[in-house]
């Protein structure tokens, strides 16, 4: 499985973008998206997802 951004909560801050080990996470029209394919959901690297850890606004990256 993979996480997804709810779009209509971001706040297009930035934060989880640097955070993603995959570089799953990119900018695209003025809107930050997971690339379903490269998300890992930061196994192998982290206990927890880390564009929800870091994400400043609650349940905006959720389990896709």
Known sequence: MAYKIVTSQCTVCGACEFE???????????????NPKKCTECE???????CAEVCPVPNTCIPA
């Open 44 to 50: 192998g690297h982290f206990d927890v997802a880390q």
């Open 20 to 34: 993603c080990p995959n570089g799953a996470i990119t900018l695209k029209n003025d809107l930050y998206v997971i």
